[in-house]
């Protein structure tokens, strides 16, 4: 029996300013991860949203990482929140991941305000985390509570894990989870992640894939230390003259990857599946305007999202031991190391993607003669991800999308990758959603970030409409 929640909805819309005010309070606490100066906010940030869970009733927990070296320092690693609500054996268990850490800002960075105090304007809430992840997080606790308030009873058991590492690697949550599946994961039934974002800014849609990931670095070193340009430029083989050469080598100007068989690797296109690309929202001149591009290497709309979300792409990221200040320093670096990624799509197998990459690097390097040292190895990976769009968990946020929007949701893949979602669905054995929040340009990780207003508010709705759901599922 389906419960009516129209009273509830309006409800959740009156009660903005409370929310508001609590994305602000998470907003302002500093969880940058990956800096060392902000560990105790991070760690505090997580402490603050247990808090909040335990006045919904929540059973939590605090599960201990240890430590880990940065920067050359041993700091402890902030813990992983579980929680537990309800614990009804006639009902089925509903996981809900998210994270509680930010990636690092600064308005001297080019934020038109100041990134940690939550700033309303133009119905666009900016800050950081606003909406990567801590506005989707507190999503889940402000749709519980509408509950709460109209005695409405949950139709399932939720289990939630929030942790504090995401923009870093997730460290130490893998090897977590693992110790966990016997335990805490043990009869979970769904899992619902929110941490990914339409494809446009109108349509809501929901994410069934997303690519996995190789990462590389590529180091050149040949001199003892670094020197002056103008008195040894030219009687010397320079390490950054020849690592821009090698890096050159591996795509085209349209972004085509010169990587020998990478392509072929590619799980073939159905005609059905070709065939929905033709039905979903999105348009390529907002796509194109939204990231200020003049051109996109193909305006054509199936072919730009088959690369950007079925087909591999490569990137290019940054050159460690170059200089990149403001001014002029002329100086050849003796060492330089370049990063780069290359973004995989089933049914590429990572271990098979590093190997042609670097046989495909050392190849290079011999037709480009240098003596300098050479020495291409791989970083990170993960698997990419794929779930089937008729199963009962991705049926029931297609219902509660459709409830709260009035319309049915595309069915996307995303470009991105969340290496977590291939843990949960291995671990656990069901299936993961991945149930967007955010508009396309909210502009996560970058200066700016903002959350809709109109999409936290309706994001509440969403993931209290989807717990529903879960009843009948």
Known sequence: MTVDLTNVFQQIDGDYENLKELLREAVAIQSVSGDPSKRDETIRMVHWMKEKLEQIGTTCELADLGTQELEGKTIKLPPVLL??????????????????????????????TEPFELVEKDGKLFGRGSSDDKGPVLCWLHAIRAAQKNNIELPVNVKFCFEGMEESGSVGLPELLEREKNRFLAGVDFVCISDSYWLGTKKPCLTYGLRGICSFFVEVTGIKQD?????????????????????????????????????EQVAPLSAAEEKTYDDIEFDVAEFRD?????????EDKKTLLLRRWREPSLAFHGIEGAFYGPGEKTVIPSKVIGKFSIRIVPDMDPEDVNRRTIEYLNKVWAER?????????????????????NDSNFLAGARAMKRVHGVE?????????IPITLTFQELTGKSVLLLPLGAADDMAHSQNEKNNKWNYVEGVK????????????
């Open 227 to 263: 020197l002056h340009s103008g008195v040894f430029g030219g009687v010397i083989h320079e390490p950054l003259q020849d690592l821009m050469w090698v890096m050159s080598q591996l795509t085209t100007v349209d972004n085509r990857i010169k990587i020998p068989g990478l392509y």
């Open 290 to 298: 939204s990231v200020g591009a003049s051109h996109l290497p193909t």
């Open 462 to 473: 969403t993931l209290l409409a989807y717990i529903m759901e879960l009843g009948s599922a």
């Open 369 to 389: 003669g240098s003596p300098n040292v050479f020495k291409p190895r791989p970083g990170h990976s993960a698997k990419p991800w794929v779930v089937d769009v």
């Open 409 to 417: 949701p595309d069915r996307i893949r995303e470009g991105c990758s």
């Open 83 to 112: 929680g537990t609500l309800g614990n009804d054996k006639n009902k089925k268990t509903l996981l809900v991941y998210g994270h509680l850490d930010v990636q690092p800002a600064a308005k001297s960075d080019g934020w038109d």
